[in-house]
């Protein structure tokens, strides 16, 4: 079973950047396709970015595509998000996962405590 710890959660001012960190241990993670998702307080937890094995297609919601990016090093068994040009409603606590692809379909099995993220002037 992987363990999953976010870090790089922060206070931001609107146009301001930040980058998560996810550190797994336990399993390599080069055996899931890993992903970023992210819950707003009253709001459902929703997908933000997810990233196949080895890092070969990924795919950022189109809420964040341009200003967000995933990327994975398995070799440090770390995944990423690197978050431009925030938005007052970037603001949430942001989760990662490790799980699967159905398809396009990206398929959570396990998730860390998340980090907050909260952009405000």
């Known amino acids: 079973q992987v363990q999953l710890v976010e870090s790089g959660g922060d206070v931001v001012q609107p146009g301001g950047s930040l980058r998560l960190s996810c550190t797994a241990s336990?399993?390599?993670?080069?055996?899931?396709?890993m992903g970023w998702y992210r819950q707003a307080p009253g709001k459902e937890r929703e997908l933000v970015a997810a990233?196949?094995?080895?890092?070969?297609?990924?795919n950022v919601e189109d809420f964040v595509k341009g200003r967000f990016t995933i990327s994975r090093d398995n070799a440090k068994n770390m995944v990423y998000l690197q978050m431009n040009n925030l938005e007052p409603e970037d603001t949430a606590v942001y989760y990662c996962?490790?799980?699967?692809?159905?398809?396009?379909?990206?398929?959570?099995?396990?998730w860390g405590q998340g980090t907050q993220v909260t952009v405000s002037s």
């Open positions: 990233i196949t094995k080895f890092g070969d297609w990924a």
């Open positions: 996962a490790a799980g699967w692809y159905t398809g396009s379909d990206y398929n959570p099995r396990s």
């Open positions: 336990g399993s390599p993670i080069s055996n899931y396709a």
